[in-house]
């Protein structure tokens, strides 16, 4: 994506962290959790990929066709996984937009020489970016205020108690974590469909 290079190394940082994050996770969980920690792993890897400034590396041009590709069967996966619950429709809209924003970087901006050389710009569609930005501004505000905590009432017991004999979770099975990390890469999405 284009801007200015330290905001672009920090999303490469933020959506590098939370993809390292999300194969940890995938460790500590079983199941459809896995999967969707696994996607979630796939989104902020290749979210990092795409963040790399331009003036670093330009990637040759058919690399946005595999990216397409790549997200294009994370879309189908999750548009398949979305019969069993609602988080995958998130999910699909995840692989959407990379969809969106790798084929957008194949159409060079108008005036622009390359589709991602230095000094140009990607072009999208303005009402398809626009819908995405109003799902992902709801989307970082839902999950921003469900991380604020709660006050306990007087004499209750703490969150971060662990009942006698109850299971032990390991940092990485945490689920305010995995919030943490679903809002930062919102955040990452966001940032990169301003750049559109």
Do not use: I, N
Not at 128 to 149: I, Q
Not at 156 to 168: L, M, N, T
Request: net charge positive; with cysteine.
């Amino acid at each position: 994506m284009h801007g200015p290079a330290t905001a672009a190394w920090l999303l490469v940082a933020l959506c590098a962290a939370s993809g390292a994050y999300c194969l940890l996770r995938m460790r500590s969980c079983a199941g459809e959790e896995r999967r969707a920690a696994g996607g979630e792993a796939l989104m902020g890897f290749g979210m990092a990929a795409m963040a790399v400034p331009a003036a670093v590396f330009a990637p040759p041009a058919w690399s946005w066709t595999v990216y397409a590709a790549v997200f294009g069967g994370a879309a189908l996966r999750a548009l398949w996984s979305a019969r069993s619950g609602g988080h995958h429709l998130h999910h699909l809209v995840c692989s959407s937009a990379m969809v969106y924003m790798a084929l957008a970087m194949t159409v060079p901006a108008q005036g622009a020489h390359g589709a991602h050389g230095a000094g140009s710009a990607a072009s999208g569609l303005p009402l398809l970016t626009g819908v995405l930005l109003l799902y992902y501004t709801v989307y970082v505000l839902r999950s921003g205020a469900r991380l604020v905590p709660v006050a306990a009432p007087a004499g209750g017991a703490s969150q971060d108690e662990v009942p006698v004999g109850g299971p032990v979770l390991g940092w990485a099975a945490r689920p305010e974590l995995a919030a943490a990390c679903r809002l930062s890469m919102a955040l990452a999405m966001l940032a990169m469909l301003v750049t559109l």
